[in-house]
């Protein structure tokens, strides 16, 4: 047996889930628009109103990129005028635990220094 072989290969981050992370953490407006949605709003309409300083270009943008990464669905509604809402998929809720635990580690952070 040869003791020098390795055991281990190196490590890297998740590319997908890394992205999605820096993303979601980029843009300032996604994790408000959870809180928003967690408390019943889900037409674009209703969140912008709800928001000081959040626009409608802004807000489509950030839904746009939940949307794609699988966070969020979007529901339209075909009625006149035409409905569009917004929901929280399944994924979107395991994403969104994991992004309260680095809000704590970010407490702990904090408290520490």
Same mark, same amino acid.
């Given at each position: 047996m040869?003791?020098?072989?390795?055991?281990?290969?190196?490590?890297s981050?998740?590319?997908?889930?890394?992205?999605?992370?820096?993303?979601?953490?980029?843009?300032?407006?996604?994790?408000?628009?959870y809180?928003?949605?967690?408390?019943? @709003?889900?037409?674009?309409? *209703?969140?912008?109103?709800? =928001? %000081?300083?959040?626009? !409608?270009?802004?807000?489509?943008?950030?839904? &746009?990129?939940?949307?794609?990464?699988?966070?969020l669905? @979007?529901?339209?509604?075909? *009625?006149?005028?035409?409905? =569009? %809402?917004?929901?929280? !998929?399944?994924?979107?809720k395991?994403?969104? &635990?994991i992004?309260?635990?680095?809000?704590?580690?970010?407490?702990?952070?904090?408290?520490?220094?």
């Amino acid at each position: 047996m040869n003791t020098n072989e390795k055991i281990f290969s190196r490590k890297s981050a998740p590319e997908r889930s890394a992205r999605m992370v820096e993303a979601i953490y980029g843009c300032k407006w996604s994790l408000t628009v959870y809180q928003l949605l967690q408390h019943g @709003k889900q037409r674009p309409g *209703e969140m912008v109103k709800s =928001v %000081e300083g959040l626009t !409608t270009k802004v807000l489509n943008e950030c839904l &746009r990129k939940n949307v794609e990464f699988g966070i969020l669905q @979007k529901n339209v509604y075909p *009625e006149v005028p035409p409905r =569009v %809402e917004y929901s929280v !998929t399944d994924f979107g809720k395991k994403f969104m &635990r994991i992004l309260d635990e680095l809000e704590k580690l970010q407490d702990e952070i904090q408290a520490d220094t």
